[in-house]
T-cell receptor, first 114, second 115 residues
Framework: AQSVSQHNHHVILSEAASLELGCNYS??????LFWYVQYPGQHLQLLLK??????LVKGIKGFEAEFIKSKFSFNLRKPSVQWSDTAEYFC????????????FGSGTRLQVQP | NAGVTQTPKFQVLKTGQSMTLQCAQD?????MSWYRQDPGMGLRLIHY???????DQGEVPNGYNVSRSTTEDFPLRLLSAAPSQTSVYFC??????????????FGPGTRLTVT
C-alpha cells in the first residue's frame, strides 16, 4: 500500500539552528508533493508544493524542500529557525491512483527554544 | 469568498448519539473530502466525493456516512458515536482536473469528543 513516512516525530531546536525534516513515500507512479504546517490550535496551512520542474521549491516563511525522485524523498529545510516556527509539520503526497486524496505522513512536532 | 467552512468548531457527544458535521465551500470545487486527525497518525481519509451524487470510501470509513447533494456541501454523519471517533475532523476541497496539479484547501476543523 502507498504510504508516507516522516521519521522525525519530535524535534527540538534552538533559535537560529538549521532545520531538516525528512519525508519519504512509497509509490512508483506520478506524485505531487506538499508540506503543510499546523500552528498550535490552528488549521493546516500550505507551506510549499511540488508539481513539476525544478526539484528545489521555495515556500513561505523561508522554507524550502527538495524532491529527490530516486530516493522517493521530499525533505523540508530552513536555514535558521525562529521561535514562531514552533508547530507540527506534515508531509503529504498526491498520487495518481484515481482517488485524488492526499496521503499524509504522521507529522513532526517542532519545538524551537528561544 | 469564505473558502472552506466547517461547523461546529467543537462538539461533545455521548456514546450512541448521532450528529452531522457540516462542510461547505464556495469555490465551485468538484472534489471534496473528509479527514480525521489523531495524534501520531497524521490525517487519514474518511470519505471523498468527485461531484454531486458521487461519493466513495477512504481509508477509515467505518462509522461514518456522507452524501453530496450539491457541489457546495459535503456533510459527514456519525450514526452512533463511539469514543474511538474522538478526533479532529478536517474537510478539504479542490478542483478536479485531468492532471494532479491541484491544491487542496482545508477548513478550520471540528474538534469532536465522544464520552
Amino acid at each position: 500500500a502507498q504510504s508516507v513516512s516522516q521519521h522525525n516525530h519530535h524535534v527540538i531546536l534552538s533559535e537560529a539552528a538549521s532545520l531538516e525534516l525528512g519525508c519519504n513515500y512509497s509509490y512508483g507512479g506520478t506524485v505531487n508533493l506538499f508540506w503543510y504546517v499546523q500552528y498550535p490550535g490552528q488549521h493546516l496551512q500550505l507551506l510549499l508544493k511540488y508539481f513539476s520542474g525544478d526539484p528545489l521549491v521555495k515556500g513561505i516563511k523561508g522554507f524550502e524542500a527538495e524532491f529527490i525522485k530516486s530516493k522517493f524523498s521530499f525533505n523540508l529545510r530552513k536555514p535558521s529557525v525562529q521561535w514562531s516556527d514552533t508547530a507540527e509539520y506534515f508531509c503529504a503526497v498526491l498520487m495518481d491512483t484515481g482517488r485524488r486524496a492526499l496521503t499524509f505522513g504522521s507529522g513532526t512536532r517542532l519545538q524551537v527554544q528561544p | 469568498n469564505a473558502g472552506v467552512t466547517q461547523t461546529p468548531k467543537f462538539q461533545v457527544l455521548k456514546t450512541g448519539q448521532s450528529m452531522t458535521l457540516q462542510c461547505a465551500q464556495d469555490m465551485n470545487h468538484e472534489y471534496m473530502s473528509w479527514y480525521r486527525q489523531d495524534p501520531g497518525m497524521g490525517l487519514r481519509l474518511i470519505h471523498y466525493s468527485v461531484g454531486a451524487g458521487i461519493t466513495d470510501q477512504g481509508e477509515v470509513p467505518n462509522g461514518y456516512n456522507v452524501s453530496r447533494s450539491t457541489t457546495e456541501d459535503f456533510p459527514l454523519r456519525l450514526l452512533s458515536a463511539a469514543p474511538s471517533q474522538t478526533s479532529v475532523y478536517f474537510c478539504a476541497s479542490s478542483l478536479l482536473g485531468a492532471s494532479l496539479n491541484v491544491e487542496q484547501y482545508f477548513g478550520p476543523g471540528t474538534r469532536l469528543t465522544v464520552t
